[in-house]
């Protein structure tokens, strides 16, 4: 269970990073429930950045239905993690 | 024959740009520019293009303002054009479809896009008895994905290898997104117009 915890956890900070570097900011600077549209960082280039690095992170190109829920923090979490397709 | 009759232009402003139906006569150098840079046109899978200044009249010369706009985007400050919006209405659906172009790479990533369709959503919807919006943006198009879902647009849905790619890659994808006029009454920000 506390490593599930551990490993959510991790995915969550390596999708703040992502989003961090999308942005040109730290991460510290992003907040928990950045999404489209909130976070004015996030722009539609900072978004093109982030896809991009998140293809680059997981190995693939991301499906088009899963490009397209992109909205929050949480959803690059999502992707990210070992369990997603 | 007599050409169609001409709608009524559009003339709008918002925070930082003007917007107007163009004329031929605004058919510029720059304008030609965009239409043969590749970072440009790649993302709308649109050809190529080396128009001659003529031939680019023309295509603005075929611009209604009834069935279809060409609005350009004019900068307030320096009053250079960045971009233009092409607009197609289904005048018995009373549905506009939206394709846009920002021409000027160093205003990419500055909220050209959304500031500008706001002006338009609220023109088409509340002036021009247009009561849905659509835009197809290709799948990869991710700035372009990005704007309608910023801007509260819906996925309605993806339309799967629906075009041929004119760079001669694979089939393209493309998204769906649809907004109506109440559900735009209710995001615009600020009071109805």
Known sequence: MAQLASRAGAVNMQAKQLLAEAVHCEAAAIPDDARIGRFERWDSLAHLRLVLAIERQIGRQLDPDEAVTIEQLSDVAALLSPAAP | MSPPPKGRPVFLETKRFSLRSLKPSDASERWMNWLKDPEVMGPLNA?????????????????????????GIFDLTSKIQIGFFMIDVDLFHRRMNFNVVIGEKSWWGKGVVNEVRAALLDEFFEQRGVEKASGMPFARNFPAVFNYKAQGWRHEGTLRSHAVSVANGPRLDQFQFGLTKDEWRSLRPGPAP
């Open chain 2, 47 to 71: 050809p190529i293009r080396k128009w001659t200044a003529h031939e680019l009249m023309a295509h603005i010369a075929s611009a209604d303002n009834n069935e279809r706009y060409l609005v």
